[in-house]
């Protein structure tokens, strides 16, 4: 696979040196230049694809895309050690069905694009220390802490905007300890990834510590999330894949620009919906062609509570190059009233949807054709929100194990001030 950085194309890379460098010059993402159809390499065609099981189809899918600079069985025992869960299409209604992405360790769709990179990392660097610096809204703090997890070498920092994730979520990646460090920062989720952002920029720190970022930036955690969009079509009757319209909840962007990737080498779907919480940026842009970023909210889904999203640049690249039309693409927003609404709506189906969930749903409901087949995605567990889901349909929810095991730990982050000098500071005097 050869990328380009979209703020500068002079700067190209191969896969590997994408991954291990996360982010471009001038803080341009990388992007691949080319994305060919998955029939140049699998001449058996799409439904022949979709036949296969998961991991032996991901493996084929993740080897088209990565191409020859890794050898096909070493994707395919990636793939193995990585996706060991499952994924499950339900039907929630007539023609709607709901893609639960919550059956990995931390209960988050998080699950799949930080496992894999772990694999790309542990694959890529034999030797020599890397530290993964990520900020989190929430979900992909734990999902990277559980994948790297007192793995050799390796050391992960966390920045997380403090009070700002649920209880749940912020238990299962502060209460790990060993080489999981987490900073609880005094500000809201941009400005931790601002503060990432900054870490990339400074050679000295990149240079002591061996850098790595494990945010929706890495191309690795992108890749890795094609693969379920492919699932969700492989597991709805024959007859109805060609009018696929997913909806995704959208924060930072990544997963829907997963989805535009999958569509654009040949898999079906009809029509995208990336809806988001207030924190509405984009749909902003797509309705008056102004990009015009605000302060964030604090939404009951957190996890979307992001007003620069970093991944943008690469959905746009693909609809500007019309790889993906514009016709096809929806983003909308629901708000905080709306969310609480459709929470209970779809509980009277008999489905429970925490937040990101009901937003998804909604976003769906509002996009669909008549004649359409709809999947949203559960992008987390309900009991990951069980305070808000607890309170707003009036419910008490049962505990997973590995959350329950982990609420009943203390919390071992430190509290830390919005400032980049700070943060430079307690990390290189813990790891350097
Ligand atoms: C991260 C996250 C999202 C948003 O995904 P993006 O790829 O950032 O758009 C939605 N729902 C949940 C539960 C998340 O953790």
Redesign the pocket.
Known sequence: MKLHNLKDNTQQVSFVEAVKTGLGREQGVFFPIKLEKIESSFSEGIDALLDLDFVSRSSIILSHLIGDELPKDTVAQMVKNAFNFDVKLVEVEDNVHCLELFHGPTL???DFGGRFMAECLATFNKEGKTTILTAT????GAAVAHAFYKKENIDVVILYPKGKVSLAQQKLFTTLGENIHCYAIDGCFDDCQAMVKQAFLDNELKESLGLNSAN?INISRLVAQVCYYFEAIAQLPKEKRAKAHISV????????CAAMIGSVIGLPVNKLSATTNQNDTVPRFITNKEWAPVDTKESLSN??D?SRPNNWARVQTMLDNNWFSYDNFYSQTVDEAQTQVVMKEVYKKGYIAEP?TAIAYEGLKRDMADDGVGIFLS??HPAKFKESVEDILNIELDMPQPLADALAKPCLAQDLENDYQALREAVLAKLA
């Open positions: 988050a769709f998080k809204s929430g979900d992909t929706s909840p959208s924060g930072n962007f990544g997963n829907v996890a979307m992001v990101h992008t987390a």
